[in-house]
Protein backbone atom coordinates (compact mmCIF):
# COMPACT_ATOMS: atom_id res chain seq x y z
CA UNK A 1 0.00 0.00 0.00
CA UNK A 2 1.39 3.41 -0.58
CA UNK A 3 2.24 5.52 2.06
CA UNK A 4 -0.73 7.86 1.20
CA UNK A 5 -3.14 5.33 0.93
CA UNK A 6 -1.75 3.73 4.16
CA UNK A 7 -2.22 7.15 6.12
CA UNK A 8 -5.27 7.55 4.86
CA UNK A 9 -6.20 3.78 5.95
CA UNK A 10 -4.91 4.56 9.47
CA UNK A 11 -6.90 7.29 9.65
CA UNK A 12 -10.27 6.34 8.79
CA UNK A 13 -10.14 3.78 11.26
CA UNK A 14 -8.94 5.65 13.79
CA UNK A 15 -11.82 7.94 13.31
CA UNK A 16 -13.97 4.62 12.97
CA UNK A 17 -12.75 3.32 16.25
CA UNK A 18 -13.36 6.21 18.33
CA UNK A 19 -16.37 8.46 17.19
CA UNK A 20 -17.51 9.75 20.75
CA UNK A 21 -13.71 10.00 22.27
CA UNK A 22 -13.32 13.46 21.68
CA UNK A 23 -16.14 14.57 23.82
CA UNK A 24 -14.99 12.22 26.53
CA UNK A 25 -14.88 13.96 29.93
CA UNK A 26 -11.96 15.17 32.12
CA UNK A 27 -11.74 13.55 35.23
CA UNK A 28 -11.96 16.24 38.36
CA UNK A 29 -13.56 14.82 41.42
CA UNK A 30 -11.96 13.70 44.38
CA UNK A 31 -11.93 9.79 44.96
CA UNK A 32 -15.05 8.74 47.52
CA UNK A 33 -12.79 6.88 50.06
CA UNK A 34 -9.36 7.56 51.41
CA UNK A 35 -6.46 5.70 50.02
CA UNK A 36 -4.90 2.66 51.34
CA UNK A 37 -1.34 2.33 51.80
CA UNK A 38 0.52 1.94 48.82
CA UNK A 39 2.63 -1.84 48.13
CA UNK A 40 5.37 -2.05 45.20
CA UNK A 41 4.54 -5.37 43.54
CA UNK A 42 5.09 -6.70 40.28
CA UNK A 43 2.63 -6.25 37.83
CA UNK A 44 3.23 -2.18 37.89
CA UNK A 45 4.83 0.73 35.76
CA UNK A 46 7.74 2.13 38.24
CA UNK A 47 10.13 4.71 37.41
CA UNK A 48 11.07 5.42 34.19
CA UNK A 49 11.90 1.92 32.45
CA UNK A 50 9.59 0.14 34.16
CA UNK A 51 12.23 -2.15 36.06
CA UNK A 52 15.64 -0.75 36.76
CA UNK A 53 17.31 -2.25 33.42
CA UNK A 54 15.42 0.42 31.75
CA UNK A 55 13.62 -1.87 28.95
CA UNK A 56 10.76 0.05 29.01
CA UNK A 57 9.12 -3.49 28.26
CA UNK A 58 5.72 -4.69 29.94
CA UNK A 59 6.01 -8.43 30.15
CA UNK A 60 3.03 -8.71 31.77
CA UNK A 61 0.47 -6.14 30.16
CA UNK A 62 -3.03 -7.78 31.01
CA UNK A 63 -3.85 -6.81 27.09
CA UNK A 64 -3.24 -8.88 24.27
CA UNK A 65 -1.37 -7.57 20.91
CA UNK A 66 -4.75 -9.08 19.04
CA UNK A 67 -7.26 -6.86 21.87
CA UNK A 68 -4.82 -3.77 21.14
CA UNK A 69 -6.99 -2.48 18.05
CA UNK A 70 -9.76 -2.20 20.33
CA UNK A 71 -8.56 0.37 22.74
CA UNK A 72 -11.15 3.43 23.72
CA UNK A 73 -10.81 6.35 25.83
CA UNK A 74 -11.86 5.39 29.26
CA UNK A 75 -11.03 8.85 30.81
CA UNK A 76 -9.26 11.68 31.04
CA UNK A 77 -7.14 13.59 33.59
CA UNK A 78 -7.10 17.51 33.00
CA UNK A 79 -3.68 19.07 35.02
CA UNK A 80 -3.85 22.18 36.41
CA UNK A 81 -1.90 24.68 34.55
CA UNK A 82 0.25 26.71 36.91
CA UNK A 83 -0.11 24.72 40.24
CA UNK A 84 -2.53 27.25 41.37
CA UNK A 85 -5.77 24.23 41.26
CA UNK A 86 -7.49 25.87 38.34
CA UNK A 87 -7.70 23.69 35.22
CA UNK A 88 -7.42 25.90 31.81
CA UNK A 89 -7.01 25.37 28.47
CA UNK A 90 -3.42 25.37 27.25
CA UNK A 91 -1.99 28.02 24.71
CA UNK A 92 -0.42 26.87 21.86
CA UNK A 93 2.89 28.33 23.18
CA UNK A 94 2.02 25.59 26.18
CA UNK A 95 1.06 22.73 23.85
CA UNK A 96 3.27 19.90 25.70
CA UNK A 97 3.39 21.73 29.29
CA UNK A 98 3.61 18.09 30.44
CA UNK A 99 6.16 15.59 29.02
CA UNK A 100 6.68 13.53 32.48
CA UNK A 101 5.66 9.88 32.21
CA UNK A 102 3.08 8.81 34.85
CA UNK A 103 3.78 5.34 37.24
CA UNK A 104 1.29 3.34 38.18
CA UNK A 105 1.86 0.93 41.23
CA UNK A 106 -0.82 -1.02 42.76
CA UNK A 107 -3.85 0.53 41.38
CA UNK A 108 -2.44 4.18 42.17
CA UNK A 109 -1.38 6.28 39.40
CA UNK A 110 1.19 9.13 40.45
CA UNK A 111 2.14 11.68 37.75
CA UNK A 112 4.02 14.70 37.78
CA UNK A 113 3.59 18.26 35.77
CA UNK A 114 5.26 21.36 34.88
CA UNK A 115 3.68 23.71 37.08
CA UNK A 116 5.15 21.40 39.89
CA UNK A 117 1.83 19.47 41.10
CA UNK A 118 2.24 15.87 41.50
CA UNK A 119 -0.82 13.86 41.56
CA UNK A 120 -2.06 10.35 43.56
CA UNK A 121 -4.91 9.09 40.88
CA UNK A 122 -6.95 5.87 41.08
CA UNK A 123 -5.66 4.13 37.70
CA UNK A 124 -8.96 2.88 37.16
CA UNK A 125 -10.94 5.31 37.45
CA UNK A 126 -9.16 8.60 37.00
CA UNK A 127 -9.67 10.25 40.62
CA UNK A 128 -8.17 12.38 42.66
CA UNK A 129 -6.20 10.99 46.18
CA UNK A 130 -4.22 13.73 46.91
CA UNK A 131 -1.99 16.33 45.79
CA UNK A 132 1.62 18.31 46.21
CA UNK A 133 3.01 20.95 45.21
CA UNK A 134 6.95 21.15 44.36
CA UNK A 135 8.80 24.39 44.18
CA UNK A 136 9.34 23.76 40.86
CA UNK A 137 8.37 22.06 37.45
CA UNK A 138 9.06 18.27 37.38
CA UNK A 139 9.72 16.30 34.05
CA UNK A 140 10.72 13.14 36.20
CA UNK A 141 8.93 9.97 36.29
CA UNK A 142 8.09 9.07 39.94
CA UNK A 143 9.73 6.39 41.47
CA UNK A 144 7.65 4.29 44.78
CA UNK A 145 9.70 2.40 47.76
CA UNK A 146 9.03 0.47 50.80
CA UNK A 147 10.33 2.28 54.17
CA UNK A 148 8.58 0.02 56.20
CA UNK A 149 11.21 -2.59 56.48
CA UNK A 150 14.87 -0.81 55.10
CA UNK A 151 17.69 -2.75 55.38
CA UNK A 152 20.99 -0.97 55.08
CA UNK A 153 23.32 -2.79 51.95
CA UNK A 154 26.38 -0.19 51.69
CA UNK A 155 28.07 1.44 55.04
CA UNK A 156 27.37 1.57 58.68
CA UNK A 157 24.64 1.05 60.09
CA UNK A 158 23.91 3.82 61.88
CA UNK A 159 24.67 7.88 60.30
CA UNK A 160 23.78 11.06 61.25
CA UNK A 161 22.00 13.32 59.10
CA UNK A 162 22.96 16.76 58.82
CA UNK A 163 19.64 19.22 58.96
CA UNK A 164 21.49 21.30 56.09
CA UNK A 165 20.92 18.50 53.51
CA UNK A 166 17.28 17.29 54.36
CA UNK A 167 14.26 17.79 55.78
CA UNK A 168 13.36 14.68 57.82
CA UNK A 169 10.42 13.46 58.84
CA UNK A 170 11.08 10.65 61.46
CA UNK A 171 7.50 9.00 61.25
CA UNK A 172 7.84 6.68 58.20
CA UNK A 173 5.26 5.63 56.49
CA UNK A 174 4.80 1.98 54.49
CA UNK A 175 6.18 2.95 51.09
CA UNK A 176 7.09 6.69 49.51
CA UNK A 177 7.22 8.45 46.19
CA UNK A 178 10.63 10.18 45.00
CA UNK A 179 11.07 12.84 42.30
CA UNK A 180 13.20 15.66 41.01
CA UNK A 181 12.65 18.82 40.25
CA UNK A 182 13.82 21.77 37.76
CA UNK A 183 15.45 23.19 40.96
CA UNK A 184 17.72 20.55 41.54
CA UNK A 185 15.91 19.51 44.58
CA UNK A 186 14.57 15.48 45.21
CA UNK A 187 11.68 14.86 47.02
CA UNK A 188 9.89 11.88 49.00
CA UNK A 189 6.26 12.31 49.74
CA UNK A 190 4.61 9.69 51.88
CA UNK A 191 3.29 7.41 48.92
CA UNK A 192 -0.29 7.04 50.79
CA UNK A 193 -1.24 11.20 51.90
CA UNK A 194 0.82 13.32 49.90
CA UNK A 195 2.74 14.11 53.05
CA UNK A 196 6.71 15.63 52.30
CA UNK A 197 9.19 13.20 53.97
CA UNK A 198 12.19 15.32 53.45
CA UNK A 199 13.80 17.24 50.33
CA UNK A 200 17.05 17.55 49.64
CA UNK A 201 19.32 19.51 47.24
CA UNK A 202 21.04 17.46 44.88
CA UNK A 203 23.49 20.25 43.30
CA UNK A 204 24.14 23.92 44.25
CA UNK A 205 24.53 25.13 40.96
CA UNK A 206 21.65 27.96 40.44
CA UNK A 207 20.47 26.03 37.06
CA UNK A 208 21.06 22.59 38.24
CA UNK A 209 18.10 20.99 37.64
CA UNK A 210 16.36 16.88 37.57
CA UNK A 211 15.98 16.43 34.03
CA UNK A 212 16.34 12.22 34.20
CA UNK A 213 14.23 10.08 36.24
CA UNK A 214 15.86 8.89 39.34
CA UNK A 215 16.41 5.00 39.91
CA UNK A 216 15.88 3.09 43.27
CA UNK A 217 17.06 0.03 44.01
CA UNK A 218 17.18 -1.40 47.78
CA UNK A 219 17.35 1.18 49.74
CA UNK A 220 19.09 4.10 47.70
CA UNK A 221 18.02 6.29 45.13
CA UNK A 222 20.74 7.22 42.11
CA UNK A 223 19.89 10.70 40.90
CA UNK A 224 21.16 11.87 37.72
CA UNK A 225 21.53 15.37 37.77
CA UNK A 226 21.64 18.00 35.02
CA UNK A 227 21.30 21.61 34.33
CA UNK A 228 20.09 24.39 31.98
CA UNK A 229 22.86 25.57 31.49
CA UNK A 230 23.34 25.12 27.79
CA UNK A 231 20.90 27.27 27.14
CA UNK A 232 22.26 30.12 29.13
CA UNK A 233 25.12 30.08 27.30
CA UNK A 234 23.63 30.66 23.78
CA UNK A 235 24.14 34.21 25.20
CA UNK A 236 27.51 35.72 25.01
CA UNK A 237 27.08 37.61 27.76
CA UNK A 238 27.03 34.00 30.14
CA UNK A 239 29.90 33.25 31.47
CA UNK A 240 30.16 29.39 30.43
CA UNK A 241 30.50 27.36 31.91
CA UNK A 242 30.32 25.81 36.01
CA UNK A 243 28.08 23.13 36.10
CA UNK A 244 29.33 19.61 35.91
CA UNK A 245 27.30 17.00 35.35
CA UNK A 246 26.70 14.11 38.51
CA UNK A 247 25.23 11.44 39.71
CA UNK A 248 23.95 11.33 43.35
CA UNK A 249 23.49 8.08 46.11
CA UNK A 250 20.58 9.26 48.78
CA UNK A 251 19.56 7.37 51.48
CA UNK A 252 16.05 7.00 50.92
CA UNK A 253 15.13 6.77 54.39
CA UNK A 254 16.09 9.83 55.49
CA UNK A 255 17.52 12.03 52.04
CA UNK A 256 21.01 12.07 53.52
CA UNK A 257 23.61 12.09 50.38
CA UNK A 258 25.37 9.52 50.67
CA UNK A 259 28.07 10.15 47.79
CA UNK A 260 28.14 11.91 45.31
CA UNK A 261 30.15 11.52 41.34
CA UNK A 262 31.04 14.42 39.22
CA UNK A 263 31.62 13.03 35.32
CA UNK A 264 34.03 16.00 35.17
CA UNK A 265 36.72 15.10 38.30
CA UNK A 266 38.00 18.91 38.21
CA UNK A 267 36.46 22.12 39.18
CA UNK A 268 35.94 24.77 36.84
CA UNK A 269 38.48 27.45 36.19
CA UNK A 270 39.16 30.18 34.13
CA UNK A 271 40.70 29.42 30.64
CA UNK A 272 40.24 32.54 28.22
CA UNK A 273 37.48 35.20 26.94
CA UNK A 274 34.84 34.89 24.34
CA UNK A 275 34.59 37.22 21.72
CA UNK A 276 32.11 39.48 23.86
CA UNK A 277 35.33 39.68 26.12
CA UNK A 278 33.25 37.57 29.25
CA UNK A 279 35.47 34.95 31.02
CA UNK A 280 34.93 31.19 30.32
CA UNK A 281 35.47 28.20 32.42
CA UNK A 282 36.32 24.80 31.87
CA UNK A 283 36.54 21.90 32.53
CA UNK A 284 31.95 21.63 32.33
CA UNK A 285 29.59 20.13 31.32
CA UNK A 286 29.17 16.20 31.14
CA UNK A 287 25.40 16.62 32.20
CA UNK A 288 23.34 13.22 33.12
CA UNK A 289 19.93 13.97 31.75
CA UNK A 290 18.62 10.53 31.71
CA UNK A 291 17.79 7.71 34.02
CA UNK A 292 20.63 5.51 35.39
CA UNK A 293 20.45 1.64 34.46
CA UNK A 294 21.49 -0.87 37.43
CA UNK A 295 22.99 -4.11 36.94
CA UNK A 296 22.41 -6.29 40.23
CA UNK A 297 24.50 -9.29 39.67
CA UNK A 298 27.72 -6.64 39.31
CA UNK A 299 26.47 -4.15 41.46
CA UNK A 300 26.91 -1.15 38.64
CA UNK A 301 25.07 1.97 37.98
CA UNK A 302 25.49 2.76 33.78
CA UNK A 303 24.41 6.55 32.92
CA UNK A 304 24.50 8.53 29.65
CA UNK A 305 26.54 12.09 29.78
CA UNK A 306 26.10 14.90 27.94
CA UNK A 307 28.98 17.05 25.49
CA UNK A 308 31.98 18.65 27.71
CA UNK A 309 32.02 22.66 27.65
CA UNK A 310 35.45 24.38 26.90
CA UNK A 311 38.34 22.97 24.87
CA UNK A 312 39.92 20.32 27.61
CA UNK A 313 39.00 16.76 26.69
CA UNK A 314 37.13 14.73 29.38
CA UNK A 315 37.10 11.18 29.51
CA UNK A 316 33.46 10.75 30.79
CA UNK A 317 31.77 13.55 28.42
CA UNK A 318 29.57 12.06 25.62
CA UNK A 319 30.03 8.26 27.33
CA UNK A 320 28.11 5.57 28.69
CA UNK A 321 29.74 5.87 31.91
CA UNK A 322 29.89 2.67 34.47
CA UNK A 323 29.76 3.22 38.49
CA UNK A 324 30.24 1.13 41.60
CA UNK A 325 27.06 1.35 43.50
CA UNK A 326 28.72 1.05 46.48
CA UNK A 327 30.75 3.87 46.70
CA UNK A 328 30.17 5.93 42.84
CA UNK A 329 33.43 5.57 41.90
CA UNK A 330 33.93 5.24 38.16
CA UNK A 331 34.78 1.51 37.07
CA UNK A 332 35.12 2.82 33.11
CA UNK A 333 33.99 5.26 30.81
CA UNK A 334 33.36 4.59 27.40
CA UNK A 335 33.00 7.50 24.80
CA UNK A 336 31.14 7.17 21.46
CA UNK A 337 32.66 8.29 18.02
CA UNK A 338 29.72 10.88 17.21
CA UNK A 339 30.21 12.87 20.42
CA UNK A 340 32.73 15.00 18.71
CA UNK A 341 29.82 16.38 16.55
CA UNK A 342 27.69 17.59 18.92
CA UNK A 343 25.43 13.80 19.21
CA UNK A 344 25.10 13.72 23.03
CA UNK A 345 21.88 11.90 24.31
CA UNK A 346 18.31 12.18 25.41
CA UNK A 347 17.21 8.55 25.80
CA UNK A 348 18.67 6.17 28.66
CA UNK A 349 21.11 3.64 28.47
CA UNK A 350 19.40 0.06 28.44
CA UNK A 351 20.59 -3.00 29.72
CA UNK A 352 19.65 -6.55 28.72
CA UNK A 353 20.42 -9.98 28.89
CA UNK A 354 21.68 -11.77 25.67
CA UNK A 355 22.41 -15.05 27.58
CA UNK A 356 22.96 -17.03 30.97
CA UNK A 357 26.86 -15.20 31.24
CA UNK A 358 26.23 -12.40 28.46
CA UNK A 359 24.73 -8.80 29.32
CA UNK A 360 24.21 -5.80 26.83
CA UNK A 361 24.20 -2.09 27.14
CA UNK A 362 22.33 -0.37 24.31
CA UNK A 363 22.77 3.48 23.56
CA UNK A 364 20.96 5.61 20.86
CA UNK A 365 22.42 8.90 19.95
CA UNK A 366 21.20 12.17 18.66
CA UNK A 367 22.76 11.48 15.67
CA UNK A 368 20.88 8.35 14.74
CA UNK A 369 23.53 6.33 15.75
CA UNK A 370 23.13 3.21 17.96
CA UNK A 371 25.65 1.19 19.97
CA UNK A 372 25.79 -2.07 21.53
CA UNK A 373 28.12 -2.40 24.16
CA UNK A 374 29.78 -4.89 26.39
CA UNK A 375 29.43 -4.28 30.15
CA UNK A 376 32.06 -6.93 31.21
CA UNK A 377 34.71 -5.35 28.73
CA UNK A 378 34.61 -1.99 29.92
CA UNK A 379 31.94 -0.83 27.24
CA UNK A 380 34.10 -2.57 24.50
CA UNK A 381 31.51 -2.39 20.99
CA UNK A 382 29.45 -5.34 19.99
CA UNK A 383 27.79 -3.26 17.46
CA UNK A 384 27.09 -0.64 16.18
CA UNK A 385 23.95 0.61 13.72
CA UNK A 386 23.85 3.93 11.56
CA UNK A 387 19.86 4.45 10.84
CA UNK A 388 20.52 4.82 7.18
CA UNK A 389 16.62 5.30 6.39
CA UNK A 390 15.02 7.75 4.85
CA UNK A 391 13.57 10.87 7.06
CA UNK A 392 15.50 9.11 9.77
CA UNK A 393 17.64 11.99 11.95
CA UNK A 394 17.81 12.38 15.51
CA UNK A 395 16.81 10.27 18.02
CA UNK A 396 15.99 11.37 21.51
CA UNK A 397 13.96 10.21 24.32
CA UNK A 398 14.59 6.70 24.73
CA UNK A 399 14.47 2.96 23.14
CA UNK A 400 12.09 0.09 24.50
CA UNK A 401 13.49 -3.90 24.31
CA UNK A 402 12.23 -6.89 24.34
CA UNK A 403 13.90 -10.41 24.28
CA UNK A 404 14.71 -10.36 20.67
CA UNK A 405 14.84 -6.68 19.66
CA UNK A 406 15.69 -2.94 20.69
CA UNK A 407 12.75 -0.51 19.11
CA UNK A 408 14.09 2.37 18.43
CA UNK A 409 12.23 6.19 17.18
CA UNK A 410 13.64 8.46 15.26
CA UNK A 411 12.60 11.90 14.22
CA UNK A 412 13.57 13.46 11.05
CA UNK A 413 16.43 15.48 10.53
CA UNK A 414 16.61 19.21 12.00
CA UNK A 415 16.96 20.81 8.19
CA UNK A 416 14.01 18.86 7.23
CA UNK A 417 10.59 20.23 6.67
CA UNK A 418 8.29 20.55 9.94
CA UNK A 419 6.07 18.22 8.18
CA UNK A 420 8.70 15.37 7.40
CA UNK A 421 7.88 11.99 9.46
CA UNK A 422 9.76 10.39 11.64
CA UNK A 423 9.69 6.36 12.60
CA UNK A 424 10.31 3.69 14.23
CA UNK A 425 12.96 0.47 13.61
CA UNK A 426 13.40 -2.57 15.29
CA UNK A 427 17.00 -3.98 15.53
CA UNK A 428 17.97 -7.30 16.78
CA UNK A 429 19.13 -6.55 20.19
CA UNK A 430 22.53 -8.91 19.68
CA UNK A 431 23.65 -8.28 16.86
CA UNK A 432 22.22 -4.80 15.38
CA UNK A 433 20.97 -5.33 12.45
CA UNK A 434 17.99 -4.17 10.73
CA UNK A 435 14.63 -6.56 11.13
CA UNK A 436 12.29 -3.77 10.52
CA UNK A 437 11.77 0.14 9.67
CA UNK A 438 8.19 1.97 9.83
CA UNK A 439 7.82 5.33 8.78
CA UNK A 440 5.41 7.17 10.78
CA UNK A 441 2.20 8.28 8.55
CA UNK A 442 1.41 11.94 7.87
CA UNK A 443 -2.39 12.40 8.10
CA UNK A 444 -3.88 16.19 8.33
CA UNK A 445 -3.17 17.38 11.81
CA UNK A 446 -6.04 18.54 13.73
CA UNK A 447 -6.82 21.66 14.96
CA UNK A 448 -5.68 21.57 18.86
CA UNK A 449 -2.38 20.26 17.57
CA UNK A 450 0.06 23.42 17.84
CA UNK A 451 2.59 21.63 15.96
CA UNK A 452 2.16 19.25 12.61
CA UNK A 453 5.09 18.00 12.37
CA UNK A 454 4.74 14.29 12.09
CA UNK A 455 8.15 13.36 13.84
CA UNK A 456 8.59 10.92 16.92
CA UNK A 457 10.65 11.57 19.44
CA UNK A 458 8.61 9.92 22.12
CA UNK A 459 10.56 7.20 23.97
CA UNK A 460 9.49 3.58 23.07
CA UNK A 461 7.44 1.00 25.20
CA UNK A 462 6.84 -2.38 24.52
CA UNK A 463 4.45 -4.93 24.98
CA UNK A 464 4.53 -8.92 24.16
CA UNK A 465 3.23 -8.18 20.27
CA UNK A 466 3.37 -4.64 20.19
CA UNK A 467 5.26 -1.42 20.55
CA UNK A 468 3.51 1.88 20.98
CA UNK A 469 4.78 5.16 20.34
CA UNK A 470 3.63 9.06 19.99
CA UNK A 471 4.84 11.83 17.42
CA UNK A 472 4.56 15.76 18.00
CA UNK A 473 1.13 15.81 16.08
CA UNK A 474 -0.40 14.56 18.79
CA UNK A 475 -0.89 10.83 17.23
CA UNK A 476 -0.67 7.58 19.51
CA UNK A 477 0.44 4.57 17.62
CA UNK A 478 0.79 0.60 18.07
CA UNK A 479 3.03 -1.33 15.95
CA UNK A 480 3.09 -4.94 15.51
CA UNK A 481 6.88 -5.81 16.83
CA UNK A 482 6.40 -8.80 13.96
CA UNK A 483 6.42 -6.25 11.21
CA UNK A 484 6.34 -2.96 11.81
CA UNK A 485 2.43 -2.77 10.55
CA UNK A 486 0.16 0.08 12.04
CA UNK A 487 -2.15 -1.82 14.62
CA UNK A 488 -4.22 0.89 16.38
CA UNK A 489 -4.24 5.13 16.04
CA UNK A 490 -5.22 7.55 18.27
CA UNK A 491 -5.26 11.26 17.87
CA UNK A 492 -4.89 12.80 21.27
CA UNK A 493 -4.70 16.13 19.80
CA UNK A 494 -8.18 17.38 20.39
CA UNK A 495 -10.55 19.09 23.44
CA UNK A 496 -11.72 17.22 26.13
CA UNK A 497 -14.10 18.58 28.57
CA UNK A 498 -13.21 20.10 31.85
CA UNK A 499 -14.61 19.06 35.22
CA UNK A 500 -15.53 22.89 35.75
CA UNK A 501 -16.85 22.93 32.01
CA UNK A 502 -13.97 24.30 30.71
CA UNK A 503 -12.14 22.70 27.13
CA UNK A 504 -8.48 21.16 27.64
CA UNK A 505 -6.36 20.84 25.05
CA UNK A 506 -4.55 17.38 24.02
CA UNK A 507 -1.24 17.83 21.99
CA UNK A 508 2.28 16.46 21.35
CA UNK A 509 3.39 13.28 22.25
CA UNK A 510 6.59 13.99 23.52
CA UNK A 511 9.81 12.53 25.79
CA UNK A 512 7.75 10.46 28.57
CA UNK A 513 6.49 7.19 26.89
CA UNK A 514 2.85 5.37 27.20
CA UNK A 515 2.80 2.91 30.45
CA UNK A 516 0.69 -0.31 30.22
CA UNK A 517 -0.28 -1.88 33.44
CA UNK A 518 -3.44 -3.59 34.57
CA UNK A 519 -5.45 -3.70 30.78
CA UNK A 520 -4.75 -0.38 30.09
CA UNK A 521 -2.54 2.35 28.44
CA UNK A 522 -1.54 5.60 29.79
CA UNK A 523 0.30 8.65 28.43
CA UNK A 524 0.67 12.10 28.32
CA UNK A 525 -0.97 14.71 26.04
CA UNK A 526 -0.58 18.30 26.00
CA UNK A 527 -2.42 19.36 29.69
CA UNK A 528 -4.71 16.13 29.58
CA UNK A 529 -3.11 12.11 31.19
CA UNK A 530 -5.43 9.43 28.60
CA UNK A 531 -6.56 6.54 29.76
CA UNK A 532 -7.42 3.32 27.43
CA UNK A 533 -8.73 0.05 27.81
CA UNK A 534 -10.13 -2.44 25.21
CA UNK A 535 -13.68 -0.93 24.75
CA UNK A 536 -13.13 1.36 27.26
CA UNK A 537 -14.26 -1.03 30.24
Not at 131 to 156: C, H, Q
Not at 279 to 295: K, N, R, W, Y
Given at each position: ?114 SGRVYSLDAVTGCTYW ?26 KKSKVKKKDAHIDVEKPPSAVF ?359
Open positions: MAPAAQAIAVLLAAAAACPAAAMASAVGTSCPGPAGPVAVGTAQWNGWGREIGNSRYQPEPAIRASDVPKLRLKWAHAYAVGGTGSIAAPTADAAATVDAQPTVVDGRLFAASATFDAAAGTRTAIVVGELGALKRTFGPFGDDGGAVYALDAQSGRLLWKTQADGHPLARIAGSPTLYRDRLYVPVASSEARAAESPQYACCTFRGSVVALDIGTGRTLWKTYMTGEEPRPYKLNAAGVQLFEPAGAAVATSPAIDTESETLYVATGRAYGDAPQAAAGAIVALNLADGKIAWAKQLPETNTGADFDGAPVLRKLSVTRKIVVAAQKSADVYGLDPNRAGDFLWRSKLQIAGAGGIQWGSAADYRSVYVAFAAPQDASATSAGGLVALDVATGHLRWAATAPQPPCSPQAADCSHRQSQAVTVIPGTAFLGSIDGHLRAYSTIDGKVLWDFDTARSYSGADGVAVNGGALDRGGAVVVGGMVYVNSGDVLLAFSVDGK
